[in-house]
């Protein structure tokens, strides 16, 4: 069964970096394209970025265009998030997500904090 597995989150100073992993198996991961999500409090999940199955091309929500890089090691069958000059406001919990015949899987998410 397909299955999502995120890490690496946790509490950063403003300005700090994070990089976050998800782990995947139960399908054909380098033909999938992947996505990372986001759900702060009291408000809705949104997409932050996503890929294609080969990693040749990265869409990125505008506000965090510049700051984060998602990327992929389709022989790991891992995704990752490269989260530089962190805000408050990117506190969130990151999901990992991926399509599969119309149906949206979801890892567990990982929690990120921004704060001072």
């Known amino acids: 069964q397909v299955q999502l597995v995120e890490s690496g989150g946790g509490l950063v100073q403003p300005g700090g970096s994070l990089t976050l992993s998800c782990a995947a198996s139960g399908f054909i991961f380098s033909s999938s394209a992947m996505r990372w999500y986001r759900q702060a409090p009291g408000k809705e999940r949104e997409l932050v970025a996503g890929?294609?199955?080969?990693?040749?091309?990265?869409t990125y929500v505008g506000s965090v265009k510049g700051r984060f890089t998602i990327s992929r090691d389709n022989a790991k069958n891992a995704m990752y998030l490269q989260m530089n000059s962190l805000k408050p406001e990117d506190t969130a919990v990151y999901y990992c997500?991926?399509?599969?015949?119309?149906?949206?899987?979801w890892g567990q998410g990982t929690q990120v904090i921004v704060s001072s």
């Open positions: 890929i294609t199955g080969d990693g040749g091309i990265t």
């Open positions: 997500n991926v399509l599969i015949i119309s149906t949206d899987y």
